[in-house]
């Protein structure tokens, strides 16, 4: 097997002389360019696992690199080393599309680190359905869907933290834990936490542990959140509901990488991917003056948003399917759903979004009297604004409409229905759905 080759662009070549040794010794190729003209020349010649770039360069920086990486080689990972006290430009180069950084003076355990995971990431990205944890499957095709899975596929292959908006229910821990096992950390601890179920007087020591005896009550040592996460990903959910003093923590946390526990005089390195998310809407709680700017700034280097139910409504027979067939298999049941009761279930607007939509299930799997799922065993709240009558005409006005769209597509091709998915720009899987649930089979 060939080793891996890694690009080392730095102006100072006793800087350029300690990567590659250091590299070197972990059994990598190394090439070295002295500045962006020679980087970029060497990356249309070669090809490269990695790359490492200083931040200032004689004819350029680290940033236009990165960018140029990004344009050309989108495969290839990018770290920027940066000079301490510029972490600001570096969060930009992740923005940009960087990997993670590194900062001068180069600690060597932490380049190794780094260049471990960049190494580890696969060549090319995956979409979210295809995680090897089917426990955390995420279910959809439709386009708002689609482009949720292709940035979490990009994302994955960064270390900069994320931020993750949306509405209760709507998934974002299983959105958080999409880009854990995408990414290098995947084999590492995913921890999450409620940051709103934490005691206000416990959070410190919650998050970065204490020694035994540093406060009362600690009879022992506890390690944390931060060191139980440490290589893996901490996902801090509702993080909105931290306190101003522990915000004011968290952000010397993630910008120098090392926790103090409470009651110990040194701090040490912690090696966490930080994912965020929050119902609220932050941008409003800094102007304020609930929640710290320069926090708000760190945490959402990348930003996702995650759809709520009622705008990805062709979702909710795949998503109903997929939660019955998961109760099934752990009852050794083999309870379906009615086409009325599906029907009913896209009218709906469903203000708590999937956990909602979970939930009615969950009752209704319990309330029906033989294998199959009523309208009636739903029992949705009447929460639409309409009657009964005018949502189950509006649904089969829709359902008639799709169908003569799909028997004219299918005709147009002679029932091919590889050539008609083309036709009607959705997938293979998509259109056999819309065929069996239609009742199309010729």
């Not at 070295?32 to 696992?49: G, I, Q, V």
């Not at 229910?169 to 995408?182: D, F, P, W, Y």
Request: hydrophobic share 40%; proline share 4%.
């Amino acid at each position: 097997m060939s080793k891996q080759r890694v690009l080392i662009v730095d102006d100072e070549p006793d800087i350029r002389e300690l990567l590659e040794i250091t590299l070197q010794r972990m059994g990598l190729k190394t090439r070295s360019a002295e500045d962006y003209s020679n980087a970029t020349r060497m990356l249309h010649d070669e090809s490269f696992d990695l790359c490492l770039t200083d931040m200032k360069l004689p004819d350029g920086d680290g940033i236009a690199l990165v960018e140029h990486i990004q344009q050309h080689y989108p495969n290839t990972p990018t770290a920027v080393i940066t000079a301490h006290g510029s972490i600001d430009l570096a969060i930009k180069a992740m923005k940009c599309g960087a990997f993670d950084f590194v900062s001068k003076p180069v600690s060597l355990e932490t380049l190794r680190n780094l260049v471990d995971k960049a190494l580890t990431l696969p060549s090319s990205p995956q979409l979210a359905s295809d995680a090897s944890d089917t426990r955390y499957q995420i279910i959809g095709d439709s386009e708002s869907m689609l482009e949720l899975k292709r940035s979490i596929a990009k994302f994955a292959r960064s270390q900069a933290p994320v931020f993750i908006r949306g509405d209760s229910g709507t998934g974002k821990e299983l959105v958080a834990r999409q880009i854990h096992l995408q990414g290098s950390r995947a084999e590492a601890a995913f921890i999450a936490v409620n940051c709103g179920a934490i005691p206000s007087e416990l959070m410190e020591s919650e998050f970065f542990g204490h020694l035994k005896g540093s406060f009362t009550g600690a009879t022992s040592d506890n390690d944390g959140l931060f060191k139980a996460a440490h290589g893996g990903t901490l996902f801090l959910d509702e993080i909105a509901d931290l306190p101003l003093s522990m915000q004011v923590k968290l952000l010397r946390v993630i910008q120098e990488k090392s926790i103090r526990a409470v009651g110990a005089q040194q701090e040490e390195p912690v090696d966490v991917r930080i994912i965020s998310a929050s119902h609220k809407d932050l941008e409003t709680m800094v102007a304020d003056g609930t929640f710290r700017q320069d926090l708000y700034y760190r945490i959402n280097v990348i930003g996702i948003t995650v759809p709520n139910l009622s705008e990805r409504a062709r979702d909710i027979p795949q998503l109903a399917d997929y939660l019955i067939e998961k109760h099934n298999y752990q009852n050794s049941t083999r309870v379906s759903i009615s086409e009325q009761a599906l029907t009913a279930l896209e009218n709906y607007a469903f203000p708590g979004n999937v956990r909602e939509l979970e939930n009615i299930l969950e009752r209704a799997l319990a309330l029906c009297e033989n294998e199959t799922i009523e309208a009636d065993d739903l029992q949705l709240p009447e929460l639409n604004g309409a009657n009964d009558e005018k949502p189950a005409s509006l649904g089969e006005m829709t359902q008639n409409l799709e169908k003569e769209q799909i028997v004219s597509a299918l005709e147009d091709n002679r029932w091919n229905q590889s050539a008609t998915a083309r036709a009607l720009g959705i997938t293979l899987r998509q259109l056999r759905y819309r065929i069996d649930k239609l009742k199309l089979n010729k």
